[in-house]
C-alpha cells in the first residue's frame, strides 16, 4: 500500500508540474502606446525580447491581456517589455526591477500581475542615452547573413590613430553586439569595451591596439544561432555552424578586404558571454586555423 501511494503521489506531481500557466496583466501603464504588443522575455526563451510565442494577446470582455505558457518544470525567471530592452517594464518610479520569478507546479496555474511603467516613456531617472566611443561606427544595419537567410547589424571599432595610419590591426570578434559599445541598445549595461580600449591606448598600455567586429545576436533566434545542436526538448538551438560559417565565409573576408587587418590565425580572436562564449569556443574548434584566441565570459 505504501508504494502505491507513493506511485500516486508521484504521478500526482507530475501532472502539477507539468500544467500549462496563465499570465493575465490585469493594469498597465497609462501611456502605454497603443497599438502596442506586450512580451514574457525570460530564462524560457532565451531572455528573447520579441518572441512571438511569448506575446501578450488582448482580452477585450476581460480588459486585459493574457499568455499561456505550456507545461513546465522547475523555475522561471521573467520580465515584460514591448520588444526591446529600451522598453523594459520598471516600477513606479521607472527604476529597475529585479526578474519576476514563477515555479512550476507550486504556484497558480493563473498569475494576475500589473505592469506599473515602462523605461522609456519617462520617469524619475534620465532616459538611455548612447554611449558608444567615436571610434565605434555601424559596419551596416542589415549585414547580410546567406548562410542563416538573415540581416544583422554589425558594429566596428577602429583603434586610435587607425585613420592616421598605415598598420595592420589584429582583429576580434564579439557576440550579442548590442551589448559591446551602447548603453541605449544594451541588455542590462554595456560591456564598455571602447572605453576601455580607447584608456588603454591612452595610457600606452595597449599592445598596439585591435579592431573590435561586434555582431548583433538575432533577438527570439539567438539560442538558434548560438547553440550548434538542436535541443530536442525545446526545439531549439542547432544554426550555431551557419552562424560561425557566417562570421569566417563572410564576415571575415569582407573585414580584411575593407580595413588593414592582420588575417593570420595568432591575430584573430573570437568572443561572448554566455550563450556567446559557447558560440565562441565552438568556433574556434570549428575552425582553429581561423581562430588562434578565444574569450568565453
Given at each position: 500500500?505504501?508504494?502505491?501511494?507513493?506511485?500516486?503521489?508521484?504521478?500526482?506531481?507530475?501532472?502539477?508540474?507539468?500544467?500549462?500557466?496563465?499570465?493575465?496583466?490585469?493594469?498597465?501603464p497609462a501611456n502605454t502606446p497603443a497599438g502596442a504588443t506586450i512580451y514574457l522575455a525570460g530564462s524560457c526563451n532565451g531572455w528573447t525580447t520579441d518572441d512571438p510565442a511569448y506575446a501578450f494577446s488582448f482580452d477585450p470582455a476581460a480588459g486585459d491581456y493574457y499568455l499561456t505558457l505550456p507545461p513546465g518544470r522547475g523555475a522561471l525567471d521573467y520580465k515584460f517589455c514591448r520588444g526591446s530592452w529600451v522598453t523594459i517594464e520598471t516600477d513606479a518610479d521607472n527604476l529597475a526591477i529585479p526578474n519576476r520569478h514563477y515555479l512550476f507546479g507550486q504556484q497558480n496555474q493563473v498569475v494576475e500581475q500589473q505592469i506599473l511603467n515602462w523605461e522609456d516613456q519617462g520617469g524619475s531617472i534620465p532616459p538611455r542615452q548612447h554611449s558608444a566611443s567615436p571610434n565605434v561606427h555601424i559596419l551596416a544595419p542589415a549585414f547580410a547573413m546567406p548562410q542563416l537567410r538573415r540581416t544583422r547589424r554589425v558594429w566596428v571599432y577602429l583603434p586610435p590613430g587607425y585613420e592616421g595610419s598605415t598598420r595592420r590591426y589584429p582583429v576580434l570578434y564579439l557576440q550579442d553586439g548590442q551589448n559591446i559599445f551602447d548603453q541605449y541598445t544594451?541588455?542590462?549595461?554595456?560591456?564598455g569595451v571602447d572605453e576601455t580600449l580607447d584608456a588603454l591606448a591612452a595610457s600606452g598600455h595597449d599592445l598596439g591596439g585591435c579592431l573590435v567586429v561586434a555582431v548583433d545576436n538575432g533577438g527570439r533566434h539567438r539560442l538558434d544561432e548560438y547553440s550548434p545542436w538542436r535541443n530536442k526538448r525545446t526545439q531549439r538551438g542547432g544554426e550555431g555552424a551557419q552562424y560561425v560559417d557566417f562570421l569566417v565565409n563572410t564576415l571575415k573576408p569582407y573585414i580584411d578586404h575593407h580595413y588593414r587587418t592582420q588575417t593570420d590565425r595568432d591575430s584573430t580572436g573570437v568572443a561572448g558571454s554566455s550563450m556567446g562564449g559557447l558560440l565562441a569556443t565552438y568556433a574556434a574548434l570549428r575552425y582553429p586555423a581561423v581562430f588562434g584566441r578565444v574569450g568565453v565570459l
Open positions: 500500500m505504501k508504494k502505491v501511494f507513493s506511485r500516486l503521489l508521484a504521478r500526482l506531481r507530475r501532472r502539477t508540474t507539468r500544467s500549462p500557466v496563465t499570465f493575465r496583466l490585469t493594469a498597465v544594451s541588455f542590462a549595461g554595456e560591456w
